[in-house]
Antibody, heavy 114, light 109 residues
Framework: QVQLQESGPGLVRPSETLSLTCTVS????????WSWIRQPPGKGLEWIGY???????IYNPSLKSRVTISVDTSKNQFSLRLSSVTSADTAVYYC????????WGQGTLVTVSS | QTVVTQEPSLTVSPGGTVTLTCASS?????????PSWFQQKPGQPPRALLY???NKHSWTPARFSGSLLGGKAALTLSSVQPEDEAEYYC?????????FGTGTKVTVL
């Protein structure tokens, strides 16, 4: 069955760029959309954006100026970059399949701190 | 930006029925908002339950059902089990983007 796994640094300095990768296993990244979601500790879910396997990302307007989502079909991976981070970006970051978010990764906690 | 509102908390007895709702600040929720529902238990990632208002995933128990009710998206849990105690989130498509609801904590007591 398809599984997703987030990876990347667990600690990012303020003003720097957060970079995460989601590896898709058990299936092809082709023919699907792929999404990123985050959840600050003790709070609700926030939709970050999605990308199709061929590109063309759509972003949350509140993050649009700082976020980039890309896809690498050769590696069966897609990625998230969030620039100029602050403590407000501390959260568990999840990747998920599709716009219906049918399958989720386990999530990775990213802490923004000096 | 669209704000999506859910009941903060609901309590239901085992074997009972409870309905959660999902309202949009832009007006009545229709099928064109493609409502989805997710269940999240502490320390776990969310799990998808329903999409496009009332479509179940292959793993979704039959006691979970979705609908549109009084201008809102709704999730009904029937014959509630203790393991249904969790946080539930809706997700709506609005103005070209997706927005999560505020979440409902369901307690089975």
């Amino acid at each position: 069955q398809v599984q997703l796994q987030e990876s990347g640094p667990g600690l990012v300095r303020p003003s720097e760029t957060l970079s995460l990768t989601c590896t898709v296993s058990g299936g092809s990244i082709n023919n699907y959309y792929w999404s990123w979601i985050r959840q600050p500790p003790g709070k609700g879910l926030e939709w970050i954006g999605y990308i199709s396997y061929s590109g063309d990302p759509i972003y949350n307007p509140s993050l649009k100026s700082r976020v980039t989502i890309s896809v690498d079909t050769s590696k069966n991976q897609f990625s998230l970059r969030l620039s100029s981070v602050t403590s407000a970006d501390t959260a568990v970051y999840y990747c998920a399949r599709g716009v219906t978010l049918s399958i989720w990764g386990q999530g990775t906690l990213v802490t923004v701190s000096s | 930006q669209t704000v999506v509102t859910q009941e903060p908390s609901l309590t239901v007895s085992p074997g009972g029925t409870v309905t959660l709702t999902c309202a949009s600040s832009t007006g009545a929720v229709t099928s064109g908002y493609y409502p989805s529902w997710f269940q999240q238990k502490p320390g776990q990632p969310p799990r998808a339950l329903l999409y496009n208002t009332d479509n179940k995933h292959s793993w979704t128990p039959a006691r979970f059902s979705g609908s549109l009710l009084g201008g809102k998206a709704a999730l009904t849990l029937s014959s509630v089990q203790p393991e249904d105690e969790a946080e539930y989130y809706c997700l709506l498509y609005s103005a070209g983007i997706y927005v999560f609801g505020t979440g409902t904590k369901v307690t089975v007591l």
